[in-house]
Antibody, heavy 120, light 113 residues
Framework: QVQLMESGGGVVQPGGSLRLSCTAS????????MEWVRQARGKGLEWVAF????????YYTDSVKGRFTISRDNSKNTLYLQMDSLRTEDTAVYYC?????????????WGQGTMVTVSS | DIVMTQSPDSLAVSLGERATINCKSS????????????LAWYQQKPGQPPKLLID???TRKSGVPDRFSGSGSGTDFTLTISSLQAEDVAFYYC?????????FGQGTRLDIK
């Protein structure tokens, strides 16, 4: 079945780095745009980044521009989020999400999420 | 950025009664060239990731019960649950995917009265 499995979350100090991974299965990963969406505890959903099916286009929310990098390896069916210069406000559950097609489409499959805690 | 504002923040409805959640965008998310509103609704139950219910403002996704419906156009949208069931207790979010940054409403908590 269609599945997205995130990994790589954990506790990191402010200013530190973390790389999240998301392994996809059950669909042709290389055909779809992918996103990261985060949710702080008890808060709403916040879109973080998008990457086109072939990796050629990437978009970010302003608060992570220059600090986070979204990438993908279609040969490994894996999506990544490299997070540098982490701040306490980056603390959240990070969801790996599949778009129906591209950035101008809804999000039809979500992973279970991985928790990132930025704290000293 | 397009700001999405939901109302109310929370509501409680009796079982079998109608629940209505509103979502307003700060600018039109209707694209005239394809006659589509770039609006989706998601349901999130405690401890679970969100689930897509409706896209293009009114297209119910496969497997979603027909008591869920979406309506509206331009800047004003509505999610209606025609007859509330116990399993519908959840948070509901609207989302615009008209342009980046993609933005969500703040969420509406739906409970049983």
């Amino acid at each position: 079945q269609v599945q997205l499995m995130e990994s790589g979350g954990g506790v990191v100090q402010p200013g530190g780095s973390l790389r999240l991974s998301c392994t996809a299965s059950g669909f042709t990963f290389s055909n779809y745009g992918m996103e990261w969406v985060r949710q702080a505890r008890g808060k709403g959903l916040e879109w973080v980044a998008f990457i086109r099916y072939d990796g050629s286009n990437k978009y970010y929310t302003d608060s992570v521009k220059g600090r986070f990098t979204i990438s993908r390896d279609n040969s490994k069916n894996t999506l990544y989020l490299q997070m540098d210069s982490l701040r306490t406000e980056d603390t959240a559950v990070y969801y790996c999400v599949k778009t129906i097609r591209g950035v101008n489409d809804a999000l039809d499959m979500w992973g279970q999420g991985t928790m990132v805690t930025v704290s000293s | 950025d397009i700001v999405m504002t939901q109302s109310p923040d929370s509501l409680a409805v009796s079982l079998g009664e109608r629940a209505t959640i509103n979502c307003k965008s700060s600018q039109s998310i209707f694209y005239s060239s394809n006659n589509k509103n770039y609006l989706a609704w998601y349901q999130q139950k405690p401890g679970q990731p969100p689930k897509l219910l409706i896209d293009w403002a009114s297209t119910r996704k496969s497997g979603v019960p027909d008591r869920f419906s979406g309506s509206g156009s331009g800047t004003d949208f509505t999610l209606t649950i025609s007859s509330l069931q116990a399993e519908d207790v959840a948070f509901y979010y609207c989302q615009q995917y008209y342009n980046t940054p993609i933005t969500f409403g703040q969420g509406t908590r739906l409970d049983i009265k």
